[in-house]
């Protein structure tokens, strides 16, 4: 999630022609991503969002072993459904902003929010020092 969450940000961002007035006059920069920054960022992206896929399923088959099937499905519903909500919606933010990269910006805040709700309802639960480390210092 953290690696596809800095990829999104850097693709996020738009070509931009920054200029600033100098004692010499004015003096412009652009600032974007090349042809082959974009692609290796999307091979990167890619990369993650596979191991993201398969831990996915990992995850249900730990949790949920005599529900593998249901669960499965409600996976590949939520999949579905935002094949199908998500181009829409990548489609419209490009209309209303008229910026190409909106598409990359809509998935950075999808991902921002998914890192948040996996920390309230996983990493909070997670045991850092608990009862275990304490009887292994008492023991030895």
């Known amino acids: 999630m953290w690696v596809s969450w800095i990829c999104l940000f850097l693709l996020s961002y738009p070509q931009t022609n920054f200029t600033i007035f100098t004692v010499n006059g004015p ?3 652009h600032i974007g991503l090349n042809v082959y920054a974009f692609t290796a960022l999307m091979f990167i992206l890619g990369m993650a969002w596979a191991f993201g896929k398969a831990s996915v399923f990992k995850y249900i088959s730990d949790e949920y072993p005599h ?3 249901t ?4 996976v590949g519903l939520a999949g579905g459904l935002g094949g199908f909500v ?5 489609g419209a933010l490009v209309d209303i902003t008229g910026i190409r990269s909106s598409a990359f910006m809509l998935m950075y805040g999808v991902v921002w929010v ?3 709700w996996m920390y309230w309802t996983e990493v909070r639960k ?7 480390a304490r009887e292994f210092s008492l023991t030895g």
């Open 126 to 132: 997670a045991e850092v020092m608990g009862s275990k």
């Open 67 to 69: 529900n593998i099937g």
């Open 71 to 74: 669960i499965s499905g409600i």
């Open 114 to 116: 998914s890192l948040i």
């Open 27 to 29: 003096k412009t920069f």
């Open 86 to 90: 998500l181009p829409i919606m990548f």
